[in-house]
Every structure is written in structure tokens, then in C-alpha cells.
Nanobody, 125 residues
Framework: QVQLVESGGGLVQAGGSLRLSCAAS???????MGWFRQAPGKEREIVAA????????YYSDSVKGRFTISRDNAKNTVYLQMNSLKPEDTAVYSC???????????????????WGQGTQVTVSS
């Protein structure tokens, strides 16, 4: 199994941008990849996901139009470009990998079998 390491989090003002990276220790071509976030006192939720081929993506309604997920299988890295950030985007963001194939992008955290340690994103108002 690969190991995942996130980077790029930090403190940003509302309306600003951040780019998160998720670097894998090995090849990610056989994994669907997802970005999840968890705010204090809330459940972990999916933010965005991308199929192993890169041909299909998913975004939660709360980030659609503001965030973009992408992957570079040659670099074994997944990205989350976050624009127009809002205070409600404040959370720990984690990337995850799902090795099992499914017909569609899986949205449930429980279906992802490899997780990074997370990176804090704080958006000030």
C-alpha cells in the first residue's frame, strides 16, 4: 500500500486561495483518490474525488465551482485547488486512496483504505 502525505494547508483570508498536494510513496494509477475534510465537532465529509483514470470527478455542493481536484499519476500526486475560500471551509483536510474498483466514485470515507495525516486549513473572516 502507498502512504500519503498532504501539504499546502495554512491560514488564509476569506476570498483567498490555497493549493493542497497529496504525495504518494508509490504509484497511484490504480487508486481512486479523494479529499475529505473534518471541522471541529463535525463528521468527516467528502470534498472532492477523482477516478483512477482521471476521467471523472465529484464535488460536494458546498465546494462546487470553487475547488478543483486533479491528479498527476506520473508524479504520484493529487491536488486540490481551493479558490474563493470561506470561513466555513476551515477544517483538517485529508486525502485518501481507494484501491477497490467500483462502477462509480465512492463518497463514503469508509470505502477508502489509505489515508494521509491531514493538513489544517483555516480561513479567517
Amino acid at each position: 500500500q502507498v502512504q500519503l502525505v498532504e501539504s499546502g494547508g495554512g491560514l488564509v483570508q476569506a476570498g483567498g486561495s490555497l493549493r493542497l498536494s497529496c504525495a504518494a510513496s508509490g504509484r497511484i494509477h490504480a487508486y481512486d483518490m479523494g479529499w475529505f475534510r473534518q471541522a471541529p465537532g463535525k463528521e468527516r465529509e467528502i470534498v472532492a474525488a477523482i477516478r483512477r483514470s482521471g476521467g471523472s470527478t465529484y464535488y460536494s455542493d458546498s465546494v462546487k465551482g470553487r475547488f478543483t481536484i486533479s491528479r498527476d499519476n506520473a508524479k504520484n500526486t493529487v491536488y486540490l485547488q481551493m479558490n474563493s475560500l470561506k470561513p466555513e471551509d476551515t477544517a483538517v483536510y485529508s486525502c485518501a486512496a481507494r484501491s477497490f474498483w467500483s462502477a462509480a466514485i465512492d463518497l463514503s470515507p469508509g470505502q477508502y483504505d489509505v489515508w494521509g495525516q491531514g493538513t489544517q486549513v483555516t480561513v479567517s473572516s
